[in-house]
């Protein structure tokens, strides 16, 4: 067991040796070089899509604001008249409640009366 753990230790070491090498500038600049070409493949194939899509999803949202202020003039209108036939309505509720009370009125006096008259009759 000691033997496979010294062995396993010696081998881990042998491969760490290389990274323990230094960077020279050429190294630096060749790794620089070969970020930013895939930096500009992935902005090329994905980024600037994304970015014609945003510009065309900005002229309809602005073409959806413009809709909405025209239909918004419409609703003013219509709005209005709503108010005009509430109004109506309104009058025609307490014509109807006038009807009523003068219904009741013409038909509960003279049952009053006729009430009133027979109960002294009965006197």
């Known amino acids: 067991m000691l033997k496979s753990v010294f062995c396993f230790s010696v081998c ?3 491969f760490a040796m ?3 090498a230094d960077l020279t500038q050429q190294n630096l600049n060749e790794i620089r070089l070969i970020v930013k070409e895939e930096l500009e493949k992935v902005i090329e194939k994905e980024i600037k899509p994304i970015k014609v899509e945003i510009a065309s999803m900005k002229t309809d949202i602005v073409s959806l604001k413009e809709d ?3 239909l918004d003039g419409r609703f003013t209108g219509v709005d ?3 108010n005009g ?3 109506q309505i309104g009058t025609t509720t ?3 409640y006038f009807l009523i009370a003068l219904i009741v ?3 509960g006096i003279p049952q009053v009366i006729i009430a009133w008259h027979n ?3 009965r006197l």
Request: a positive charge.
């Open 119 to 121: 109960r002294k009759d």
């Open 18 to 20: 290389p990274s323990f």
């Open 12 to 14: 881990l070491f042998v």
């Open 80 to 82: 209005g008249r709503l």
């Open 68 to 70: 909405v202020a025209r």
């Open 94 to 96: 307490n014509l109807v």
């Open 105 to 107: 009125i013409a038909v």
């Open 85 to 87: 036939i509430e109004k």
